[in-house]
């Protein structure tokens, strides 16, 4: 008899272990409240993508007549609104085609375990129940809201909201400077609209390397973006039209618009996790081990409810992981999800990327590496397309040579850091990437050089 997998949510995570487990055998039932696809697809990667490469193109524009070009730009919000729901479309009917190809039941409605072995689906019209052997809870995060501020979905917005806006921001403050942060404020103010930053610190993407994160607050700072740093908002009103931030050292902030980018939280309210003996830590999120089971061995999260990476690809990456060891694959070679080698990007221009071990990380550690940097500013298809903004950055082991990290700022740095991504992934040394016969002329290059 087959293996019975049920599902709770559908997003990256879901989907994938959904997939997966169907190809490999199982009988796999997926319950989704909402849209498949999930939050990536409706409010997440996808849509900000969607604006940020609009933006991009509109700044491209702008900047044309440096390479010859006699063009100018101008938005039409309706066109953009329209472009972001056919992406979310395409990619829906796209992932339902996949899905129902691999013979998955689908069930429209809220999901929640009902004990070990059992979930319960309210569709509306009633409830259904489903028994699985293995059940996989993947059920996705939210925006975090502080009770201080209350978002009308008008001018207080949540990232949620903001794909346009009913009304573009001639003013807009971005509340909060890590990745969701510093990639709305790109997607704003390459859009037009006037932007400031609310930075709690003393550098936007604390967490980053201080020179990958000097290249972004330089650019900011070129397009007119007002960066408030040192300063946590702690009162958000809105009056009429204007909205007032009030931040912790006094200061104060008035725009048309304003948008919380300060984390998410996940969605482990409601899902029955108590009836099943399933652990929640203090912040909600299901604890796992490298497997991605919970507490109960036959129970897995994955995923932003994991608490682990918050990245689709991450959580895609677990899913295929827990199909791949519920259907018992773990008695072959297997590589578990490594959290320490997974490349991210942030959409920004210049576009941000990285993988693997960090400077100061290395510094902290008091490990011996090599750090060698090539600015694009050298290459030729750099020059060619008219931004040879940023560098690639490589950080390899002195000894071996083996690349343990590296950080890509400038064009297409989230395609480029695939390279590393791989190198990193599977011990390659530096060498590796220096004896690759490259394409000439192009960004890559610019990693063999690093590499040397
Ligand atoms: C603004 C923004 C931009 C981002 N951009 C990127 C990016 O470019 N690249 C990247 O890798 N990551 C990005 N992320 C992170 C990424 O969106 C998340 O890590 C990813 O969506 C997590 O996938 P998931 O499957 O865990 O959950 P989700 O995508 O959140 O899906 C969870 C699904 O579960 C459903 N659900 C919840 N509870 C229930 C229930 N009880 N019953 C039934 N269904 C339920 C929800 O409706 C939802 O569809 C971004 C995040 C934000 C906020």
């Not at 009030?246 to 309210?269: K, M, Q």
Request: net charge negative.
């Amino acid at each position: 008899m087959a293996v019975k997998v049920a599902i709770i949510g559908a997003g990256p995570a879901g989907n994938t272990a959904a997939t997966v487990a169907s190809t490999l055998g199982a009988e796999v039932t997926l319950v989704e409240r909402d849209l498949v696809g999930g939050a990536a697809h409706l409010w997440d990667c996808i849509p900000s993508k969607a604006m940020i490469a609009t933006g991009a193109k509109l700044r491209g524009l702008r900047r044309a007549r440096t390479l010859g070009l006699d063009a100018e730009g101008s938005l039409d919000v309706e066109a953009l609104r329209e472009h972001v729901a056919s992406i979310e479309a395409r990619l829906h009917a796209a992932t339902m085609q996949l899905l129902e190809s691999q013979g998955v039941r689908i069930i429209s409605g809220t999901g929640r375990l009902k004990g070990p072995h059992e979930i319960v689906a309210d569709t509306g019209a009633g409830l259904e129940e489903i028994d699985a052997d293995f059940i996989v809870l993947a059920t996705g995060s939210r925006p975090r809201i502080p009770d201080w501020v209350e978002p009308d979905g008008e001018r207080v917005l949540t990232t949620r909201d903001a794909y346009p806006p009913k009304e573009m921001p001639s003013h807009l403050v971005v509340v909060g400077s890590g990745v969701t942060g510093v990639e709305f404020t790109n997607m704003f103010s390459s859009l037009g609209s006037e932007v400031t930053l609310v930075v709690s610190r003393q550098q936007v993407l604390p967490i980053k390397d201080p020179e990958v994160a000097a290249a972004l607050e330089e650019e900011f700072i070129r397009r007119g973006v007002v960066l408030l740093k040192g300063a946590r908002a702690t009162e958000i009103r809105r009056e009429g039209d204007t909205v007032h931030v009030a931040c912790d050292d006094g200061r104060h902030v008035e725009g048309s618009h304003v948008v919380l980018a300060i984390g998410s939280v996940p969605n482990s309210e409601h899902l029955g996790l108590e009836d099943a003996g399933v652990e929640v830590d203090a912040a909600g999120y299901v604890p796992i081990d490298r497997h991605c089971q919970s507490n109960i061995s036959h129970i897995y999260a994955a995923g932003d409810l994991s608490g682990k990476l918050p990245l689709s690809s991450v959580g895609a990456m677990q899913g295929r992981k827990i199909a791949e060891h519920l259907m018992g694959l773990h008695n072959r070679p297997h590589r578990h999800v490594d959290y320490d080698k997974a490349a991210s990007a942030i959409f920004t221009v210049p576009e941000i990327a990285d993988v693997g071990l960090a400077e100061a990380e290395a510094f902290a550690l008091g490990r011996k590496i090599r750090v060698t940097k090539v600015p694009f500013s050298a290459n030729a298809r750099a020059l060619i397309d008219g931004d040879s903004r940023g560098f690639v950055k490589i950080l390899s082991d002195p000894a071996t040579g083996v690349v343990l990290g590296g950080s890509i700022v400038g064009r297409n740095a989230a395609e480029l850091i695939s390279v590393l991504a791989v190198a990193v992934a599977n011990d390659l040394k530096v060498d590796d990437i220096v004896d690759s016969l490259l394409v000439h002329p192009a960004l890559a290059e610019s990693l063999a050089d690093a590499a040397s």
